[in-house]
């Protein structure tokens, strides 16, 4: 059983309405778990610097990331601070929409790699 935040009302699940009082009920992770997520370097940003950019909403990031020289500083601060930045400023409607968009971009990222690395493979076969 969990406690509502406004009526302290026990209720059996959350991401429902207390009976109670009427609040609707969000199970948000703690700071601090948050924070430490936001810190971890990202693989999808590390692995398609473009993609991960576009698709984490940091615009700005991806238009440099196609000039060849700021493409390499744009990976290396995509990478370290990319996630902090994609959370404040991307405008996320949730936590979840944000976690489900950071892992469904290091999977893009990863299979992207795995093709192009089986690509290579088979083209020096012949």
């Known amino acids: 059983m969990n406690t509502c935040t406004n009526c302290k009302q026990m209720v059996e699940q959350w991401n429902k309405t207390c009976g109670s009082c009427g609040v609707?009920?969000?199970?948000?992770p703690d700071e601090e778990r948050r924070a430490r997520y936001l810190r971890i370097p990202s693989l999808g940003a590390l692995l398609f610097t473009q993609g991960w950019a576009f698709g984490a909403r940091l615009?700005?990031?991806f238009l440099l990331s196609l000039i060849p020289v700021f493409g390499l500083i744009a990976l290396f601060v995509c990478v370290a601070f990319g996630r902090r930045w994609s959370w404040k400023h991307?405008?996320?409607?949730?936590?979840?929409?944000?976690?489900a968009r950071m892992r469904l971009l290091d999977g893009i990222a990863l299979a992207w790699v795995i093709l192009l690395a089986g690509l290579y493979a088979w083209r020096t076969q012949f």
């Open 24 to 28: 609707h009920l969000v199970m948000e």
């Open 59 to 61: 615009y700005g990031w």
């Open 90 to 99: 991307g405008s996320w409607g949730s936590w979840e929409e944000f976690i």
